[in-house]
């Protein structure tokens, strides 16, 4: 290298713009392009002029072939830098520049500064002769939203291009606009893997406005669109879905015919967890003749049982003491006076104790946290972390510990004080089933109440 010309990478590496700045107007024009893609990597708004002069085509242009590289990662600078004055650079370059990398780089820099000033010059570049630029065009408009550009996407969504088909679905569904809905239905049975699943995602991510024209291509579709509107409206979850759905599973007339929709079907009430499916669930577990169906009414049914007993927040209330506690938790009396409930959770993996003392108005917190370190020192468990402080009216101290003298074992007690009544849960189990039901415990921490 001439010791002369500037050392690119050092630049980089120092984050110095001035200097790739100056390397950008170097007469070497492989500099030139180096210092574009240096700028491209720094990303410093100083540059922007200097990047906006590097873009621009000039007919001398076509005698230097490394010149198209010097505005590739120009416009690609601008797009990361995203100052809206480059805007109208970015947009002349997209009209004008003959290399096609030049122009879906413009196009996608604009998307990423996203102002609507581009919508114009991008709904006309989904003309372009190439079909990457076509493709970032589209991607672009959903980006910047325009609903001015919905009926120029849609129109996309017929582009003799995969590529530029799912960028368009990727696009309307971004925007979210009701127009679109039945042309991404009709784009379920594209000749395209890529843009069926995209246009599926789209419709999905239109939610509820989708549902009633999702439900009715489930009903009059082939029956590959009819299993991926199944797919649809499970992930949608709407509840309007569930009767058609458990038509679709009926042994009567309405019966599906066809085992893959059947599937779909059952897999879609799982999805959407109303226990009203379980009777068609359990008759389609139990009496359709293909293990694929069978298999997704199982899970199905499975996933709206633990769904409703995770749903279900219950109280405990013995006129002294209340807290709420998750369905998942199984809580039981005891004859005990001073252990007065037990419980478990996940086959028990964790236990549960609620305990109680009476006449404790002379023994302070302090104390009584004194005595559970003392019971986890015997047990020769290790604390992890104390808390103290009041909430309601109840003084509360929350200690955590492990013990990992037989297996590894954590341990949550929380005590809750109020004047004459102490009471204190005791959690114990399994470290990693612990962490899965923390947010339940927390439940049972956050409403504990001593009357």
Request: hydrophobic share 40%; glycine share 6%.
């Amino acid at each position: 290298m001439n010791s002369l010309e500037p050392d690119i990478d050092e630049l980089i590496e120092n984050g110095d713009v001035e200097g790739l700045i100056r390397a950008l107007y170097d007469d070497d024009y492989i500099t030139r392009k180096e210092a574009t893609f240096g700028l491209k990597k720094v990303g410093d708004k100083r540059a922007v002029e200097h990047l906006i002069n590097a873009l621009l085509y000039k007919n001398w242009h076509k005698n230097y072939t490394i010149l198209t590289g010097v505005r590739e990662n120009s416009a690609e600078a601008l797009g990361i830098i995203g100052d809206e004055s480059a805007i109208d650079a970015l947009i002349q370059a997209l009209e004008e520049d003959p290399d096609e990398e030049v122009r879906w780089k413009a196009a996608w820099a604009l998307g990423e500064i996203g102002n609507i000033q581009a919508t114009e010059a991008l709904i006309k570049a989904l003309k372009d002769n190439d079909w990457t630029v076509r493709r970032h065009a589209a991607n672009s408009l959903g980006m910047i939203g325009d609903e001015e550009a919905v009926p120029s996407i849609i129109k996309a969504l017929n582009d003799r291009d995969w590529h530029v088909r799912k960028y368009a679905a990727v696009a309307l569904g971004k925007m979210k606009d009701e127009r679109a809905i039945p042309i991404l239905l009709e784009a379920l049975d594209d000749d395209d893997a890529d843009v069926r699943w995209k246009a599926a995602s789209s419709l999905v991510k239109m939610g509820e406005i989708s549902v009633p024209l999702v439900i009715n291509v489930f009903k009059t579709g082939s029956w590959r669109v009819r299993g991926r509107a199944a797919e649809i409206l499970g992930k949608i979850g709407d509840e309007r879905a569930v009767p058609v759905l458990i038509d679709s599973l009926s042994h009567g007339k309405s019966l599906e015919k066809h085992r893959h929709v059947r599937g779909k079907a059952a897999e879609a009430l799982g999805n959407i967890g109303d226990k009203v499916a379980l009777d068609i669930l359990l008759k389609t577990f139990h009496e359709d003749e293909y293990k694929y169906v069978q298999d997704k009414a199982e899970e199905a049914i499975n996933k709206i049982r633990k769904t409703a007993k995770e749903r279900s927040i219950l109280t405990y209330d013995n006129g002294e003491v209340s807290f709420n506690y998750p369905g998942e938790w199984d809580l039981m009396d005891t004859p005990d006076p001073k252990k007065i409930v037990k419980g478990y959770y996940a086959n028990s993996a964790i236990n549960l104790s609620l305990n109680r003392q009476a006449d404790v108005e002379d023994i302070s917190s302090d104390e009584f946290a004194e005595m559970l370190r003392n019971v986890l020192s015997i047990q020769n468990s290790t604390i992890i972390s104390e808390d103290m402080f009041n909430r309601d009216g109840m003084e509360v101290y929350q200690v955590v510990a492990e013990n990992n003298e037989v297996v590894p074992t954590d341990i949550l007690a929380v005590s809750y004080k109020k004047l004459g009544l102490l009471y204190y849960l005791w959690f114990a189990g399994d470290p990693e089933v612990l962490k899965h039901a923390e947010e339940g415990i927390q439940i049972m921490l956050d409403t504990f109440y001593i009357y």
